[in-house]
């Protein structure tokens, strides 16, 4: 996640559609939210600061996004996408250690632990975070999903495999470890985690 500020000054008024490509708009207002969503939190963060960070009008990041949880987890899902690529080794171990192995990273980078353990926090205490918070939670789980598929249709798998509950299996260890932290997120400890889940839903069918 980019927490790299950008400048704003009383010689450098906002910029409107006319002034920059709405694209490169759109770009700049997801890398100022991610910022300030790292350098504050989501209780701090606030439209205007935003539009002040990106250097574009309030009205431009209203135009793309109706509200605040809205466009949080629309630059949240933006960072990690651009971050972590779904793997593709050819094994269902190789794709998995790959994807927890980058997962537990975030254990070692507090800002990134901190901003996610915060976006946590207030979809269970606000019901219009809750419901951006999840559908971003979703596409993570999809990755993982999709890896599983392929795994079946590989026969790395039975083809009776729950895949919802594995993916539940996979992404469990790293939640309860980021928000109880009773033990690391240790990247080494990917791979052995892994091959539990996989132990285990071998013999499934």
Do not use: C
Not at 18 to 46: C, F, K, P
Not at 150 to 168: F, I, Y
């Amino acid at each position: 996640m980019s927490i790299t500020p950008s400048s704003n000054s009383a010689s450098n008024p906002p910029r409107t559609g006319g002034r920059l490509r709405n694209e490169d708009a759109h770009h700049s207002v997801l890398e100022a939210t991610a910022a300030l969503l790292v350098e504050n939190g989501y209780g701090a963060l606030t439209i205007e600061g935003v539009a002040k960070r990106a250097n574009v009008a309030k009205s431009t990041v209203y135009r793309w996004w109706k509200s605040k949880p809205a466009l949080v987890m629309d630059a949240y899902a933006h960072e990690t996408a651009a971050r972590v690529p779904e793997p593709d080794t050819g094994t269902l171990t190789g794709d998995l250690t790959a994807f927890v192995t980058d997962l537990y990273r975030i254990g070692g980078d507090p800002v990134r632990a901190k901003a996610l353990t915060g976006l946590m926090a207030e979809a269970q205490l606000d019901p219009a975070f809750a419901e951006p918070f999840r559908a971003w939670v979703a596409t993570r789980r999809d990755v993982v999903a999709t890896l599983l598929t392929r795994a079946v249709t590989r026969e790395e798998l039975p083809a009776g495999t729950d895949l919802d509950h594995a993916v539940d299996l996979v992404f469990g260890p790293f939640w309860y470890r980021l928000l109880v932290a009773h033990a690391p997120l240790d990247p080494a400890d990917a791979e052995a985690h892994v091959a539990t889940v996989l132990h285990g839903l071998a013999g499934r069918g």
